[in-house]
């Protein structure tokens, strides 16, 4: 028995419905949060922030959103870029407008005005469902990036259509702009990890998270059990479409610096996304990451193995590499089509079953 | 008749026809969907690894040359044979075929069972797969596909329309491509229907888009109507690629068509042959007919975007699509 | 005919309260299909009241008017002395009425527990930013409703089960885990569709006796379809019987037990 | 060791145009290596990053190279420039985008880090109309010139100056934007179809180019009406149309013809197994723009060490190489190049080079591009003030004050 | 009753063993044996294992994550784990699934003929076994071109039912034919099993939890507790026990008790723990 969660007792309701109900994990989180913020910022170069850290942490933020609705309320979205745009483009609208307030505030605010546009564009889910949905959803994705491309004043009128991040602050230190030192970038975008997390396991514990669940299983059920469609789906949307706003926002400020709305926002955008929340796990936060963790770093790994390693033609390799991507997608879904998050689960229980196999 | 009525009425018939194109794309997904609730997304990458292998064929390319050069440092690409282009159509098929039984066999059998949005993503990850096995087979860059289908304005038609305006009234413009392409479509078409609605394999297909187990309990077997009904799709794609790769050559932006085929499916319902068609039309005139009158307005490239709302707006009244399969609520 | 004073006493003894629902003339029709034609019965406070009738005869439907999610096309549905106008099925569950299904309903993806909790729905009130930020509100709200949960558990003797994802559960356990999440409404009146269908003696035995504890403890009023007279027979206090859409009869068992019609129609012999 | 990024894309939409460019540009510096043994003695390193004409792919290449110290980027993506713009300057590593990218870049004391010499864009919409001004008598008043463009950053650069253009010289502009990739172009094409432009020029990219050239050929528009833009004049864009493509114009700013280079590269790069790819692209037009890509960035090379007086340069030795590069046709014709490119100048105030440009045509029954003209100037009275304007509003709203390095 | 002892055994399961995603231990050693031309009921409280026996003889196992790990299951003494369903419909062993499981899409004349699937006989024959289920079920052909998905309950077990029927099976495992069903209907689809056994020499196995009629009908009886047999013997012999009668029949000796006196009475014991 190396994994145990017997002997583990809980004297109250709260103990038991908190996060972690095993002291084990408790303890691991813990140390995972304390390295992420204490040890790696002092250690951190500007490879790791923009090959690695940087976009996995911001499409940690992005899979959760997307978990929420597609995962928890089971409303599959194709129009993640699209939203991520909208997080983007008010960022940057709110960048230029008011430069002297703190970029955190702007990047929330952000989140907020993506929260009511995901909540609009969610409306055609009380009628339509399944695929349909998500081809649906695919409008708001087109239109979206259609009109970020059309209208002069979302890019304020640049000759190009390109937005790109002015230098902004929080509490003096650059965090947007070509200047901004690596740990600063890693920083603000742990800070906003660290708090949509907590924010999704918190909703999803609650009574909120359960009308997500029950719409997700069965909408018709929970329906006559007394949960309101209209307000389920539409909150789940909602926040959904908060966190992907904030991970647009990071995403164009922090990571990239400058934006073509069609390219970083495109399509194949809200496909990856939506790889990493069922790669990681559908319904599941620690999946999120995973999923992320996993989908950023495969394409670095399989450049290093094959260009730096191997040292075959880089366009072999780029071939090679959307063969191997696409062969690792489907042979991870073959052998758990639940996510990493269940492999997790499965391999917790072996241990728990240790030494017997079942 | 005033000549803007006619040129109107011209992006209607023309709206028409690229709608038959769209169609043939939205067909493979229909027959797909309806036979295993998969959503295959790979559908537009077949379509182009389809017309990749047939111009292959026809040229005498040796597939994967740039790989065994590379490794081996020889300097072969073709055989230096052509293959007419019936044949090649012929060759393109088994290959087809032998695809839908890999796919299948190595990929969906193990996936049996899970959650539609679990087989999407499978798709996707196929999609990802055939692309880079494509490129690497054939190479990457753009091949003329020429099956002999004749393409260019029809002047007969032009000719015998031009008096129906004034002066400025050219006559109308329809493309001898999209002709041909509305004829095949029409064949397939009715030949799908004819076999899903009216043969054993079609009901029993239908029947196991319904439930699987209980068709697995009256003997039907998914293996084979699964490669059966992705080698029909790989036969469809081969027609849209033959379809497309004639109009804009062979090259990887074919694979993107698939995105103009999902609101045609949205429109015309997931599960419906005829619905593909009629979605397909629907489609093609509606955001031609957008494009043409208030693109303008609004600085245009509307397309994209419109024909994704216009289909939204037809679900919200009816949520199936307009053919699809009704969706059946009880508790 | 109605009489609303109470108490109102069954032929056979039973003293039961007054008229919490009346179903007035309801007509409910599927395209051309009439699954109900011109039905009026009431169902007592407090009372069982069980619903018979051959297969196809229209009593999921019924109850699905009852809860809601079927809007009839002609008739009254009255509750607690009032009319009801047309409602969503969510609303109908906040005033007081919940509900199992014919074929279980249970929210696969999650727990025994969480599944009851959803039961607990219409009771939790805390908005959207209070739980975020759980610790607080959200959390007294939490622990509060599990304490009835834990009750209805410890009730229905689930307490094993209690964190088991339910696609797991046998057919029988998932019934009374649908039959738990129900009671965690503290409904007024509950609907139980076919609550015994598949299973065996010794669990149909279980089964009743939570129906009657709950209607006993709890003074819920209960309406219940069922396919097994014994069942029926022995719990009930008022039968209606439905035979293609159609009311054929309606009174205690007894009565019910000797109307011809309503063997010719369904029970086919004369049940012990 | 000279380390020069190659931020090529040989998969993806645009595969079939970035593939012969990235073979040309390495195929040349091996040449270097294998001939010369590099520049000033020092050997060069290809660094190949795949960026799939994909901006994020491309910052991402960034990251992933810049720490082997590079001596420059060239990403060949208008978006990928605008991302890099800030980034580079701020890391100190010059940037230059041939004939692409930011216009404004040109103004050398607010940009210093970026060069986009020999022309820009907006050089390239004046050298457009400046042709068909010859052709018209130095007359396009009441003229309907039609401009079909990549719905994107890149496709939009040329529309101010097209609109300063024809006010100035009294043509109509009507804007068609096809949104990437362009499959489907048929809205566009029976527009022009009704309105019947007297010309057409395109600035496409990828399957946007054939298909407006099939649907141009379709609905009868006159192909020698037809302009696009240099990266709109390829093989790929022509040959899927076939002989329907006859006759079709593009912009160009290399020369195409039968340079000796080529056969020395050929010999000592192809022939010996070095070639970037399997040598089928070679004296294509995006093969020879790859070229000379390459031969401009190893006289920048060569310049900036012999400014700096030492083999080995830095980053920021390269920059002080390119703003002192003079092109001329001696140092072109010495190189076996004659022609290729027009002569220039850079210079702290001026980026961008000449500006000039030549009119080629498509001869299908030959499969071959035949230069009309010989290099156009540009309308730089048009072109330098938009340029100072949009290179201002830069300098402000990124607090720069421009100067020289 | 019909003597089973000396006719020929039709299916045989030894011993075996399944489970469910790789960790959860369903059927812990069930062994049984149908007899050509009998009626063999398979009796268990829920979750006992019925249905897994069934689909493990079937095989129709594999699409839900579960496998037979230890025994053997033979047909006529061919050992078919390792055949696919079809092979095994075309064998001659059908199974008409717990839960209707009708193609709800399919009308119900489409359903029937999706049953004809295995067989390559000619267009007149499956006719004339299409009229053979309408006479058997006469109310689906009332409903014969209806969606299967908006009949109902009932209506969907016969179809099922006849669905089955039109392969012209020899052995037919039903899975809880009498779920749901109204008292007359039960009665009704019993007497067809029974008519079918008789007329057309099919044999069943069926699994039922409905122990009285199911034992009415039967020859034979096995009765399955946690995965496990813990009685079988002649249906005859099992009514007369006085366990089954009380746990799986409840009646005691004083007769039919009322289920309103089961008020404060607790889970009595049980074969096995
Ligand atoms: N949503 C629907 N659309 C069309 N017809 C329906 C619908 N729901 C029910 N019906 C039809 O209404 C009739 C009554 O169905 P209902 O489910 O109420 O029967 P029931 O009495 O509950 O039968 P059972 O005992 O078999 O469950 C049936 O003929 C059924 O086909
Ligand atoms: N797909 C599955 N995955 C995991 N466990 C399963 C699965 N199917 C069944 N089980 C478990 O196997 C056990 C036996 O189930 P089975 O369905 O065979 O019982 P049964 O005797 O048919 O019961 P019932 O009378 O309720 O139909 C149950 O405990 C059930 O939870
Ligand atoms: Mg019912
Ligand atoms: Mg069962």
């Known amino acids: 028995m190396l994994y145990r969660e017997a002997g583990d007792f809980k004297t109250t309701y709260a103990a038991d419905s908190q996060t972690f109900p095993i002291a084990f994990d408790r303890w691991r989180y813990w140390a995972v949060l304390a390295v992420a913020w204490l040890v790696i910022p002092f250690v951190i170069d500007d490879y790791w922030a923009n090959a690695i850290l940087v976009p996995f942490l911001i499409y940690s933020i992005a899979a959760i959103g997307l978990n929420i609705l597609t995962g928890y309320c089971g409303q599959v979205s194709l129009g993640t870029g699209g939203f991520m745009a909208v997080g983007a483009y008010s960022v940057y609208k709110l960048m230029t407008a008011f430069p002297d307030v703190s970029m955190l505030i702007h990047v929330v605010l952000a989140g907020f005005i993506t929260a009511a546009v995901g909540a609009a564009f969610g409306l055609p889910s009380l009628r339509i469902k399944g695929f349909y949905l998500a081809v649906a959803t695919l409008a708001a994705q087109f239109f979206l990036v259609w009109l970020f491309n059309k209208v002069p004043w979302f890019y304020n009128y640049s000759a190009s259509g390109q937005i790109s991040a ?91 610096g400058a934006v073509e709305v069609g390219e970083a926002f495109g399509i194949q955008k809200s496909f990856l996304v939506l790889f990493m929340c069922i790669i990681g796990g559908l319904g599941s936060i620690f999946g999120s990451f995973a999923g992320a963790a996993f989908l950023v770093l495969l394409p670095v790994a399989l450049k290093v193995l094959g260009v730096d390693l191997l040292g075959w033609p880089s366009s072999t390799v780029a071939h090679l590499q959307l063969v191997a991507v696409g062969a690792l997608i489907m042979f991870f879904l073959i052998k758990e089509p639940h996510g990493l998050a269940q492999l997790w689960r499965i391999a917790k229980e072996k241990l728990r079953l240790w030494p017997f196999p079942y | 008749m005033s000549a803007d009525i006619l040129y109107t009425f011209e992006v209607v018939i023309n709206g028409l026809m690229s709608g038959v194109l769209y169609a043939l794309v939205a067909l493979g997904f229909v027959l797909i969907f309806k036979a295993s609730g998969i959503f295959n997304y790979a559908q537009g990458v077949m379509a182009l ?283 | 005919m109605k009489d609303t004073a109470a108490p109102y006493v069954t032929t056979d003894g039973r003293q039961i309260g007054d008229v919490l629902m009346d179903m007035r003339g309801i007509t409910l029709r599927f395209g051309g299909v009439e699954a109900i034609k011109n039905i009026s019965f009431d169902i007592r406070e407090g009372e069982i009241r069980a619903i018979i009738g051959p297969n196809g005869a229209g009593k999921s439907s019924m109850l699905n008017v009852i809860s809601g999610f079927y809007n009839p096309q002609e008739g009254e549905v009255w509750f607690r002395g009032e009319k009801r106008p047309a409602m969503k099925p969510f609303q109908v569950a906040r005033l007081g009425i919940a509900r199992t299904f014919q074929n279980i309903a249970l929210f696969d993806g999650m727990s025994v527990l969480d599944n009851i909790m959803t039961g607990r729905l219409t009771h939790m009130k805390t908005g959207m930013l209070s739980q975020m930020i759980w610790k607080g509100r959200a959390e007294r709200e939490e622990v509060e409703n599990r304490a009835v949960v834990e009750r209805i558990i410890d009730f229905l003797e689930i307490q094993a089960i209690r964190k088991t994802p339910v696609g797991r559960l046998p057919y029988g356990l998932k019934k009374r885990v649908e039959l738990a999440r129900a009671l965690a409404a503290e409904p007024k009146l509950l609907l139980l569709d076919e609550p015994m269908a598949g299973m065996n003696v010794e669990e149909k035995e279980d089964m009743s006796r939570f129906i009657l504890d709950v209607n006993d403890e709890f003074g819920t009023t209960i309406a219940l379809i069922e396919h097994d007279m014994g069942v029926v027979m022995d719990l009930s206090d008022r039968v209606v019987v439905m035979d293609y859409g159609r009311k054929i009869g309606d009174g205690t068992p007894s009565e019910v037990r000797n109307n011809q019609e309503v063997i010719d129609a369904y029970l086919g012999v004369a049940h012990d | 060791e000279l380390v020069v990024p190659d931020l090529s894309y040989r998969t993806g939409p645009y595969a079939a145009n970035g593939t012969p460019f990235s073979d040309g540009y390495q195929d040349y510096l091996n040449l270097l290596n294998a001939r010369d043994g ?328 030959e499969k071959k591009w035949v230069p009309l003209t010989d290099f156009i100037t540009p309308d730089k009275s048009v072109i330098d003030p938009l340029i100072a304007e949009d290179a201002a509003a830069y300098a402000a709203e990124n607090n720069i004050t421009p100067g020289c390095l | 009753m019909v003597e089973t002892a000396e006719t020929e055994t039709l299916l045989e399961v030894s011993n075996i063993e399944v489970i469910y995603n790789h960790v959860i231990l369903v059927l812990k050693g069930v062994s049984l044996k149908v007899p050509k031309g009998g009626i063999t009921a398979l009796l268990g409280g829920n979750g006992a294992g019925k249905t897994t026996t069934l689909k493990a003889i079937s095989n129709l196992l594999h699409s839900e994550r579960g496998a037979v790990t230890k025994g053997s299951i033979h047909y006529r003494g061919e050992r078919v784990q390792e055949l696919s369903p079809e092979a095994l419909v075309k064998r001659g062993v059908i199974q008409v699934m717990e839960g209707r499981h009708c193609f709800e899409h399919l009308t119900i004349e489409e359903n029937l003929m999706t049953g004809a699937y295995t067989r390559s006989a000619s267009k007149g024959a499956v006719s004339a076994d299409l009229e053979m289920v309408y006479t058997y079920f006469p109310r689906l052909r009332e409903r014969r071109k209806s969606q299967a998905g908006y009949t109902s309950g009932g209506e969907q077990q016969m179809c099922a039912i006849g669905r089955a029927l039109m392969s012209r099976p020899e052995t037919i495992l039903l899975d809880e034919p009498s779920m749901g069903l109204a008292p007359q209907l039960v009665e009704e689809i019993f007497g067809i099993v029974r008519d079918l056994n008789a007329r057309e020499g099919v044999s069943f196995l069926l699994a039922e939890q409905n122990t009285n009629v199911a034992l009415r009908f039967a020859h034979h009886g096995y009765i399955l507790e946690s995965g496990r047999v813990v009685m079988e013997g002649p249906a005859q012999d099992l009514r007369e026990n006085p366990d089954v009668k009380e746990f799986y029949l409840g009646v005691s000796d004083e007769g039919r008790k009322s289920f309103r006196d089961v008020r404060s009475y607790r889970r009595r014991k049980r074969w096995l723990a």
Not at chain 2, 77 to 99: C, D, E, Q, R, S
Not at chain 4, 140 to 148: H, N, P, V
Not at chain 4, 275 to 299: C, F, K, P, W
Not at chain 4, 333 to 347: Q, T
């Open chain 1, 166 to 256: 002015p230098e902004r602050f929080v509490g003096g230190i650059a965090v947007t702009g070509a200047g901004t030192a690596p740990a600063a970038q890693y920083l603000i975008c742990l800070f906003f990890v660290t708090l949509c997390a907590l924010l999704a396991r918190n909703l999803t514990r609650g009574s909120v998270g359960r009308k997500w669940m029950a719409i997700r299983d069965m909408d018709i059920a929970a329906e006559i059990i007394g949960v309101n469609p209209l307000t389920a789906k539409l909150s789940a949307f909602a926040v959904s479409s908060f966190f992907i706003g904030i991970a647009g926002a990071l995403f164009f400020a922090v990571y990239l």
């Open chain 4, 38 to 365: 590099g520049i000033g003695g020092e050997m060069i390193r290809i660094n190949e990053c795949e960026t799939a004409y994909n901006t994020e792919k491309g910052v991402e290449c960034y990251e992933a190279t810049k720490g082997d110290s590079p001596l420059i980027y060239e990403p060949l993506s208008t978006g990928i420039t605008y991302q890099l713009i800030p980034k580079v300057s701020a890391d100190g590593i010059p940037m230059h985008t041939l004939g692409y990218g930011r216009t404004s870049a040109a103004a050398g004391e607010t940009f210093p880090w970026i060069f986009n010499y020999p022309a820009t864009y907006w050089d390239a919409a004046s050298v457009a109309i400046n042709y068909l001004l010859s052709e018209n008598n130095d007359d396009l008043s009441g003229k309907k010139i039609a401009l079909i463009y990549h719905n994107s950053a890149y496709g939009k650069e040329p529309i101010r100056t097209l609109e300063a253009l024809a006010s100035k010289h009294g043509f109509t502009l009507s804007q068609l934007p096809v949104d990437p990739p362009g499959q489907e172009q048929k809205s566009q094409w029976l527009q022009i179809r009704r309105e019947r432009p007297d010309y057409v020029i395109m600035w496409g990219w990828g399957v946007q180019n054939q298909v407006a050239i099939q649907e141009a050929a379709n609905v009868g528009f006159p192909m020698d009406h037809f302009i696009g833009n240099w990266w709109a004049g390829a093989e790929p864009d022509v040959m899927p149309a076939g002989m329907a493509a006859d006759g079709y114009k593009a912009l160009n700013m290399n020369r195409v013809q039968d340079y000796p280079v080529l056969k020395e590269i050929q010999a000592q790069v192809i022939d010996a197994g070095n070639g970037a790819g399997d040598g089928s692209n070679v004296g294509q037009v995006l093969y020879i723009r790859g070229m000379y890509n390459a031969m401009l960035t190893a006289e920048a090379i060569a310049k900036a060490q012999e400014l700096a007086g030492t083999s080995q340069i830095t980053a920021a030795q390269m920059r002080a190489g390119m703003e002192a590069l003079e092109i001329t046709n001696a140092r072109m014709a010495e190189l076996g190049m004659e022609g290729i490119g027009p002569e220039f100048k850079v210079s702290c105030q001026n980026h961008s080079g000449s500006g000039e440009g030549l009119v080629q045509q498509w001869n299908a029954a």
């Open chain 2, 49 to 331: 690894f389809a017309a990749l292998t047939l111009v292959g064929i026809m040229e005498g390319q040796v597939p994967f040359a740039h790989v065994i050069n590379a490794t081996f440092g020889t300097d072969i690409h073709t055989f230096g044979w052509t293959v007419p282009a019936l044949l090649g159509i012929a060759l393109t098929l088994v290959v087809m075929i032998v695809f839908a039984w890999m796919v299948h066999t190595f990929v969906f059998r193990h996936l049996v069972g899970q959650e539609p949005i679990i087989l999407f993503m499978a798709t996707i990850g196929l999609a990802y797969f055939l692309e880079g096995v494509g490129d690497l087979m054939w190479g990457s860059d753009i091949k003329t596909l020429d099956v002999g289908i004749p393409q260019g304005g029809s002047l007969w038609v032009e000719n015998i329309s031009a008096h129906l305006g004034g002066d400025d009234f050219y006559g109308f413009f329809i493309d001898k491509l999209d002709i041909t392409a509305s004829i095949v479509a029409a064949i397939l078409v009715a030949g799908l229907i004819v076999f899903a609605q009216y043969t054993k394999q079609g009901r029993a297909m239908r029947a196991v888009a319904d439930d699987h187990q209980a068709a697995l309990s009256v003997g039907i077997s998914l293996n084979f109507i699964w490669v059966l009904v992705w080698s029909l799709a790989g036969m469809v794609a081969l027609v849209a690629g033959v379809m497309w790769g004639a109009k804009s050559g062979v090259q990887f932006s074919l694979s993107l068509i698939a995105l103009k085929a999902l609101p045609v499916l949205m429109l015309g319902g997931f599960t419906s042959i005829p619905g593909a068609i009629v979605g397909g039309l629907i489609i093609g005139v509606g955001e031609k007919l957008f494009e043409y009158t208030v693109g303008p307005m609004v600085g245009g490239a509307t397309e994209n975007w419109f024909a994704y709302v216009l289909a939204l707006i037809f679900l919200v009244f009816r949520p199936q699509g307009l053919f699809g399969e009704r969706i059946i609520e009880r508790v």
